[in-house]
T-cell receptor, first 113, second 114 residues
C-alpha cells in the first residue's frame, strides 16, 4: 500500500508570493494534519482536517489556510510568503480524528528568498 | 498548555555504546499519549512507540527500550548497542486524549560513529 504522498518535494518562492502544498493520505485514512518544521526545531502543528472539516488549528497567522477534498486529500495554502515561512512542511495521515498512530509523509521543503 | 522538553540537542557515541535520550513533558490533562519518532536525513518522521498515561510499564523492542515515569513526567528512550543506522534526530511528542495534535520537543540529534 502506498504511504502518505506530498507534492512538490521542493519549492522555491519569492517573498510576497503564494504557495499551495498537496498531500494524499493513506487509503482509508480520513484525517490529515499539517505541521511546519523549521530547520533545527521540532514540528509545529498547523491544522487538522477530518471528513473535510477543520478539527484543529495551531498558532499560525491567517495567511495559512487549508482544505480537505472529498477524496480526503488536502491542500495547505500560504499567502504573502515571508522569509520565516521557509521550512519543511509535513503532512500526517490517520484513520480518525483521535487516532493512536499518525503516519507522516516525506514533506515539502519550501525555501522563500 | 502542553510542553515537551528534550534537553539534549546532540549526542555523539561510538558504535555499540548505549545512548539514552531524555524527554520531560508538561500537561494538566490526566489522560494523554506520549510518542517517540525518528527522523532520518530523508526527513520523514518514523513512528517508534506510543504510551498512554495509564500505562507505566516499561517497554523493550529489540535494541530500543522506553522508561515512562509519571511521577517525574519523563519518558526516556534508550538505544542499546547503537549502530550507525541509528544516526538520526529523535523527537518526543505529547498528545491530548482527543484530537490528533502532537506537541513535539526540539529533538535530539544522535550521531553514531563507526
Amino acid at each position: 500500500d502506498a504511504g502518505v504522498t506530498q507534492s512538490p518535494t521542493h519549492l522555491i518562492k519569492t517573498r510576497g508570493q503564494h504557495v499551495t502544498l498537496r498531500c494524499s493520505p493513506i487509503s482509508g485514512h480520513k484525517s490529515v494534519s499539517w505541521y511546519q518544521q523549521v530547520l533545527g526545531q521540532g514540528p509545529q502543528f498547523i491544522f487538522q482536517y477530518y471528513e473535510k472539516e477543520e478539527r484543529g488549528r495551531g498558532n499560525f497567522p491567517d495567511r495559512f489556510s487549508a482544505r480537505q477534498f472529498p477524496n480526503y486529500s488536502s491542500e495547505l495554502n500560504v499567502n504573502a510568503l515571508l522569509l520565516g515561512d521557509s521550512a519543511l512542511y509535513l503532512c500526517a495521515s490517520s484513520i480518525g480524528t483521535s487516532s493512536y498512530e499518525q503516519y507522516f509523509g516525506p514533506g515539502t521543503r519550501l525555501t522563500v528568498t | 498548555a502542553q510542553k515537551v522538553t528534550q534537553a539534549q540537542t546532540e549526542i555523539s557515541v561510538v558504535e555499540k555504546e548505549d545512548v539514552t535520550l531524555d524527554c520531560v513533558y508538561e500537561t494538566r490533562d490526566t489522560t494523554y499519549y506520549l510518542f517517540w519518532y525518528k527522523q532520518p536525513p530523508s526527513g520523514e518522521l518514523v513512528f517508534l512507540i506510543r504510551r498512554n498515561s495509564f500505562d507505566e510499564q516499561n517497554e523493550i523492542s529489540g535494541r530500543y527500550s522506553w522508561n515512562f515515569q509519571k511521577s517525574t513526567s519523563s519518558f526516556n528512550f534508550t538505544i542499546t548497542a547503537s549502530q550507525v543506522v541509528d544516526s538520526a534526530v529523535y523527537f518526543c511528542a505529547l498528545r491530548k486524549a482527543a484530537g490528533n495534535k502532537l506537541t513535539f520537543g526540539g529533538g535530539t540529534r544522535v550521531l553514531v560513529k563507526p
